[in-house]
């Protein structure tokens, strides 16, 4: 196996930052540049010298052609959306990642609630509405309040778990008329409320197999109870107790071997991180409440934590449609990220705030800050983005990975900071 890869990573956040120390400490891999990166991305730790980390701002492609890189990993959903996919595999380079048709999966949900339908794979029951006029007609047909979800992107902000037909009705408006989302939300799906305990399953594709990873699960709400509006996500673990091997095979065939044979079927081979957000009911049954096709944010951070074997590699072998079964297995360790986010996010994020106590929360045993809304300013290390930093920590418990991951947060201080308490709660009584 080669032992001297350079892959590029595409993106700036949390996510990113944790692939790429993931992908350093690979046999396989040499060097990880991060386009554009954020501050945390601007040199390898100490533990993983002379292996070079280093973020390049410029055009993704550009940078991978002068920089010679072996493989491409996307991070975000946009520009996957958007199709550097296409662009990069078109430059002879590989690339994990899907296509801009086959991230159309997460692109719109309208396309993946008709691909759910086509492929027999589980899902809420919905509506989908495209012009006011078709609302009320539409809210008939739930007997108590749906959940409203713009069909474009939206930063993972584009759904509102409305508590009454009111309030459904009034954020279906403001989707259709382009005030919420602009474009993104002129066309939504009204979807059936489902209760019980969420779930995040990843898995790595290659168009023909899926490789799934543990489960997570993340916590979307900016207060603590999974109170107030939701967010990119406030913390997240894995795996996660409710999720157990008989249901994750289980998943494995129902769910994402269906989406990958669908998706072949279909003419639109996917290859990337098939991410699956499930709702485990009270029957102790997985349903899709939506798929993503990138790695979470911030699931990521909890997952390069407890999975073993050389990620290069399987990123590698996937990109080139030859993933192998056992490229990756799982610990048994687990992991916890708590996000510390901006004063005033998700709103309106204030940035500039100088931040403290990073190295001294990275010294805490078995913890690992990944940054991602921060940047240098005149030496210091400042706020630039809603979500700020991943304090994310193993263990081998989920109290352990608890108990270091608030110990290291508490070390950090910046003005405004934002910080949930209850991070697993609904596996940590």
Known sequence: MSTARKILVVGTGGREHALALRLLASDSVSEVIVCPGNAGMRSAPASLAPKILRSEPG????????EKVDLVVIGPEVPLCEGLADAIVQAGIPCFGPSKKAAEM?????YMKDFCRR???????????????ELEAALAQFTSPPVVKADGLCAGKGVVVAESMGEAREAALAMLTGKSFGE?????????????????????CDGER???LPSAQDHKRIFEGDKGPNTGGMGTYAPSPRV???????????VMDAVVRGMKEDGVPFIGTLFAGLMINDKNEPVVLEFNVRFGDPETQVLMQIIEGDLGEALLQAAQGRLQADVLTSSKKHAMCVVLAAAGYPASPKKGDVITGVEAANAVPGVQVYQAGTQWVQGQLVTSGGRVLGVTAQGKT???AQERAYEAADLIEFEGKQMRRDIGYRALP
């Not at 157990?244 to 129902?254: C, R, T």
């Open 59 to 66: 055009e993704p492609l550009a940078v991978a052609l002068a």
């Open 106 to 110: 997460e692109g719109s949900k309208a």
């Open 119 to 133: 492929h027999n794979i589980r899902s809420a029951a919905d509506v989908i509405v495209k012009k006011p006029e």
């Open 184 to 204: 993104a939300g002129t066309t939504l799906v009204l979807e059936e409320r489902l209760l019980g305990e969420e779930a995040s399953i990843h898995a790595i």
């Open 210 to 212: 899926a490789l799934v």
């Open 244 to 254: 157990n091997e008989q249901m994750l095979s289980g998943i494995k065939q129902d």
């Open 398 to 400: 989920l109290q352990e």
